[in-house]
């Protein structure tokens, strides 16, 4: 749902738009945002039909696998974009482990479109990049702090940011990378933390939860979205080529999470911490330092957790 700065917001956006991997839940959601105000914005879904676009019309989407050279150029040769958000990830979700796949889906697609871009003279590219790039050191890290990667998708994700930065501050490329903490909302993945735990709650129950202590930095799509424009908006030269940390800046435990859900759903009992087996990338504290988002983006959160998890997140698969 948008408000009254943010709509004005996307209308000073320089189109067209192109918003690649839509079909994805960041994708869908900001897809979704830019098509209430605006009518020069195209998707890029990897198959139809997408669930998470029903309703959204038809020319306003587009089928192509990005990973073939002719139709990623063919692609930006048709719309010549000068806003690019790029939604395309794959490892981000375990279920997501083939490395080859994974490396390929982000690094490579990431190195070419890059290169193609930079012969464009776009206005805007805002590169989806995660807080698992921080791997083991995600404990309130600045931008500026060493990487610790703790798996492929964290490594391929490094590499997108170096990219980026390449690009930014070598060939003066209006570019950026936001590193996304945990994003929830709708049309997340039935499988996520936050549509289980509402799923369940209406049920009465708690899901198998993993160590209580173990933190998250949880922000809302919405905010999300408002940050991919802020970054297209606000980005200035000195930046091009930067990182920036995409979050609430809040720690929030899973134990905290679990209090909040009993309290919202009056569920009985305890909780089962520990019953869900604990992921190899699981660290302890994982949340964000906003201060270089706030001054140079001019964006912060503004959606409390619990103030979403009061009821169901419309949209969210069954």
């Known amino acids: 749902m948008t408000h009254p700065g943010l ?9 067209p ?12 959601n900001l897809l979704r945002t830019l098509l209430a105000l605006r009518d020069d914005v195209t998707g890029t879904v990897f198959h139809a039909p997408a669930w998470r676009l029903q309703g959204v019309p038809e020319r306003n989407v587009i089928v192509v696998d990005l990973l073939v050279d002719s139709n990623r150029n063919e692609l930006l040769d048709r719309l010549r974009p000068r806003t ?16 080859d796949l994974i490396y390929e889906t982000n690094f490579n697609l990431t190195a070419k479109l890059l290169e193609r871009l930079a ?11 995660s807080s698992s790039e921080y791997g083991d050191a995600a404990a309130g890290p600045k931008e500026d702090h060493l990487p610790q990667p703790n798996s492929d998708y964290a490594v391929a994700k490094v590499a997108c940011a170096n990219l980026v930065r390449l690009y930014g501050k070598k060939h003066s490329l209006p570019c950026a990378n936001l590193r996304l903490f945990s994003v929830f909302g709708p049309y997340e993945d039935a499988s996520r933390l936050i549509p289980t735990l509402v799923r369940c709650g209406l049920e009465g129950k708690f899901p198998p939860l993993v160590d209580g202590a173990i933190s998250r930095d949880f922000v809302y799509v919405d905010d999300i979205c408002e940050a991919y424009i802020d970054t297209a908006l606000n980005l200035r030269e000195p930046f091009f080529g930067d990182s920036f940390n995409i979050g609430s800046g809040h720690k929030t435990t899973i134990a905290e999470v679990a209090k909040t859900a009993a309290e919202l759903f009056s569920i009985p009992g305890q909780p089962a911490f520990g019953a869900m087996e604990r992921r190899k990338w699981d660290i302890v504290d994982w949340f964000s330092d906003q201060k270089k988002t706030a001054e140079v983006l001019r964006w912060q959160a503004r959606t409390e957790f619990r103030e979403v998890c009061a009821g169901p997140p419309t949209g969210t698969a069954a």
Not at 119 to 129: D, E, N, P
């Open 7 to 15: 709509e004005e917001k996307i209308r000073r956006l320089q189109g």
């Open 17 to 28: 738009i192109l918003v690649l991997g839509a079909s994805g839940f960041l994708g869908a």
């Open 119 to 129: 012969a464009l003279g776009i206005s805007c590219y805002v590169h989806s990049g």
């Open 84 to 99: 690019i958000f790029n939604c395309v990830g794959y490892g981000g979700y375990s279920f997501e482990a083939e490395s």
